[in-house]
Structures are given as C-alpha cells and as structure tokens.
C-alpha cells in the first residue's frame, strides 16, 4: 500500500502488539475504563465509562451538572478459559471490555482472541 499511496499503513491491533511484548503495561488491564480511569462526557453532562457503553443505563455515571450522582464504574471483562493456558497471557490484557460487554455479554469472544494472537505471532516473527 505504501508503494501506491506513499503513505505507510499502520494495523492498529499489530502496533498493541508490539507495545504490549516489548513494553509490558504496568496497570495489568486492557483500557482506562477497565479500572474507572476514564469517562466520557456527553454534551448534556451525562458521564459513561467508555463511549461504546453510552446509552446503556447499567454503565450510567451520573451527570456533571448534578456532582451527588456522580459514581465511578469499572468495566470489566470475563477472561475465556483460553486466557489461562494462552503463552500471551501476561501481555495481552483480554480485548475491549466495552466489545465484550456489547457482542456476548462481557466474555472474550474466539474472534478477539484470535485477532490478539495473530497480532502477536506477526510481531514475534518480525524479529
């Protein structure tokens, strides 16, 4: 593509990838919502965890314009009995909770997981 482009193209789970093996996060968990660490603002106040779970009332925050609302919410994901014997385990962190959460019901689905291991595998092999 970059030979017919000129621009490079850039396969955003590879580059996770890459980050992930070669320097491991320290927080242990996919994305800021997983541990309450981020929030998304609507511009009527209303706060949600991650802009994919807007909309959703069991992820409802509360609302800046009324602070006694406001609560802190975790969005987690349940780890497949996959995870445990995966040789990526220790990197890869699951998949988006919020995907998780919208597609089976917060479990990692084969799709994710396969996505995450070949990204790994096309990493490992680069080097």
Avoid: W
Avoid at 63 to 85: F, G, Y
């Amino acid at each position: 593509m970059e030979s017919i482009s000129g621009k490079k193209v850039i396969i955003r789970e590879i580059e996770e990838a890459r980050k992930r093996l070669y320097n491991p996060p320290k927080c242990g968990v996919y994305c800021h919502a997983s541990y309450g660490g981020s929030a998304v603002v609507l511009p009527n106040g209303d706060i949600y965890p991650c802009g994919s779970l807007v909309g959703l009332e069991e992820y409802y925050m509360g609302n800046v314009l009324d602070e006694k609302t406001i609560k802190n919410i975790k969005v987690e994901i349940i780890p497949s009995a996959r995870c445990q014997n995966c040789k990526y385990k220790s990197f890869c962190q699951g998949a988006c909770p919020a995907r998780g959460i919208i597609n089976k019901n917060g479990v990692i689905t084969e799709q994710d997981c396969t996505l995450r291991k070949t990204s790994f595998e096309i990493v490992e092999k680069e080097t």
